[in-house]
């Protein structure tokens, strides 16, 4: 703000010492008044502490007054006299003009228009135009953004002030400090964490050496640690200045993110009426070398005796580029009818911590194990290629432990063909995983969850069939007991948190199949509850669902339970 000499701390001294024996153990009290009633109401409108406990805080509120007096455009009041009577002082001001704005006449070399428009609406080639009150924070800002551009010793001062009274405007000239040469980071160090991949440092949070210094971008990019499941940030970067050199401290740590996930599910079989188990295994190991990759293993039994076995290998950043790649197995055998082997390839370029894009190639090949005499028509040997493009947004929230997700968006389009007996067939495959959490409040959350697939073809077989249902698409069915060519599942559930370690939700979905191989048409319901525990293992999840069709009547009988475990270590 505009400064100016005043005499009222020389009045103010000499009546301490004159009054200083007298106000010794008494409380004082303070009116501030105008030189006229019109003045006096204006003073009257401005907030300003009336009682106080010895001489020195009054005087220190008489000089805060002063300084809204200039905040608001009153910069050339003056206080006039100070009078004592008994325990009361009473104040004078004559306020005189008051005025409005500030034009400030600056060089386009030192500040572009760009960052004046963000405070000023009237903003020219030479000039610019902010409210009085305004120009601390005005100044503070655009000194702000000169040190993001690599400056951080940057100052801004006004100079050539003039006072229009015509106008009710001040004039004044921008003008900075003596130049300083723009500072980069020459070096980078890693404080907790020393192992923490470089890649990661200058593809994922874009922070380099030799780039141009700017702490506020830094601070922000450094937050996108919450993206990563195996490191976090301990506290805000930090910043050492020599005379030739800027280093930049970065405070993080590592966090445990291998993780075991298994549950355990079982029904009653509707044929034999007997109790049938299912479940899978799920290992999940991350960052483990210290490169950011991740590797995963799974392994499924269920009750219609298939198994399946997924392996899938992720390496980020190779060497040293912005490009990674992801590898993928997947063995599948459906009890003594057919086995599949699906090998996957990708590349894939991080957007950003929340976006990925994929390109690959996708190789199938099924085996009939049936033999002549219980040979099915609908199953047969078969050889695919596919070329996929993908799309994945994910974003996650670590300080959640019961969601560590909030929002996913994964979809893949494929494209190839299929040779069966020397016959080669155009096929088309489509792929959508996508929900979200919306929370309401720290209590109520609302999850929201569509999965998607269909295979384009003029034929199918049995063999190459997707097959869905169970805790991981609609619940309430047995895992993998539905085939289709087409199908679309919506899950939906209310979840109310009672805590940190513990919520319990509602479970309400539908699905729509279409299998053309037998000329299917269906719809599908579950409706059921469950909970989630944050125990010493690790997130226990349980389930309970019943699961019909639309023509189904409702059985108790076809109620499906399902209990999960993951561990993180």
Do not use: C, W
Not at 116 to 143: C, G, R
Not at 437 to 445: A, D, R, T
Not at 526 to 543: I, P, R, V
């Amino acid at each position: 703000m505009l400064k100016k000499p005043f005499l009222f701390f020389t009045i103010l001294n000499i009546l301490f010492v004159l009054f200083s024996k007298q106000a010794y153990g008494q409380e004082l009290y303070l009116k501030l008044q105008g030189k006229d009633s019109i003045e006096t109401q204006v003073i009257d409108s401005i907030k300003y502490k009336k009682r106080f406990k010895d001489f020195n805080s009054l005087n220190t509120e008489l000089a805060s007054f002063k300084n809204k007096l200039d905040q608001l455009g009153y910069i050339e009041h003056k206080l006039e006299n100070t009078e004592k009577t008994d325990s009361l002082i009473t104040a004078t001001f004559y306020l005189y003009k008051k005025y409005h704005s500030l034009k400030i006449f600056y060089d386009a070399k030192l500040v572009s228009k760009n960052i004046l428009t963000k405070i000023s609406k009237q903003v020219y080639d030479d000039y610019f135009i902010i409210p009085l009150k305004d120009t601390e924070k005005s100044l503070t800002y655009i000194n702000l953004k000169l040190s993001e551009l690599g400056d951080p010793f940057h100052q801004l001062k006004l100079s050539n002030i003039i006072l229009n009274k015509t106008s009710n405007d001040i004039q004044a000239k921008l003008m900075t400090s003596e130049k300083v040469e723009k500072r980069h980071i020459d070096k980078i160090i890693i404080k907790g964490y020393e192992k923490f991949p470089k890649s990661y440092l200058k593809y994922f949070l874009k922070i380099k050496e030799n780039q141009l210094f700017n702490l506020t971008e830094i601070k922000k990019q450094v937050t996108n640690l919450n993206q990563l499941p195996f490191a976090s940030q301990l506290k805000d970067p930090e910043v050492l200045f020599t005379k030739d050199s800027t280093n930049l401290y970065l405070f993080l740590e590592k966090v445990k993110s291998n993780n075991f996930d298994g549950f355990i599910g079982f029904g009653t079989n509707e044929e034999t009426s007997k109790l049938e188990f299912s479940g899978y295994l799920n290992l999940e190991l991350n960052n483990n070398l210290n490169y950011g990759e991740s590797l995963s293993l799974v392994y499924k039994s269920d009750e219609n005796e298939q198994k399946t076995f997924h392996v899938q290998l992720n390496l980020p950043y190779l060497f040293g580029t912005p490009i990674g790649a992801e590898l993928e197995l997947r063995l599948l055998k459906r009890d003594s009818s057919y086995s599949t082997a699906d090998q996957n390839a990708k590349i894939f370029y991080q957007l950003n911590p929340k976006n990925k894009l994929f390109a690959g190639i996708r190789s199938i090949q099924s085996n009939n194990l049936l033999d002549s005499i219980n040979r099915n028509p609908n199953i047969q040997d078969y050889k695919t290629v596919f070329y996929n493009l993908r799309y994945q947004y994910l974003k996650r929230q670590k300080n959640q432990l019961l969601f560590n997700v909030k929002t996913l968006f994964d979809l893949q389009l494929e494209t190839g063909k299929r040779d069966f007996n020397k016959t080669s067939t155009k096929q088309y495959q489509f792929n959508l995983d996508a929900f979200n959490i919306f929370s309401l409040n720290q209590k109520n959350h609302i999850y929201l969850r569509v999965q998607g697939y269909s295979l384009f073809s003029d034929t199918y077989f049995e063999n190459e069939l997707a097959r869905f249902g169970g805790i991981n698409s609609i619940r309430g069915f047995e895992e993998n007991s539905l085939s289709a060519t087409l199908f679309g599942v919506f899950n939906t559930e209310y979840r109310y948190v009672f805590n940190n370690s513990l919520y319990a939700h509602t479970i309400i979905d539908f699905a729509y199949l279409e299998n053309k191989l037998v000329e299917q048409k269906e719809k599908l319901y579950s409706f059921g509850f469950g909970f989630g525990l944050t125990t010493k293992a690790g997130l226990l999840k349980f389930n309970f669902a019943n699961g019909k069709t639309e023509a189904q009547s409702f059985k108790f009988s076809n109620s499906q339970v399902h209990l999960s475990l993951t561990a993180y270590f």
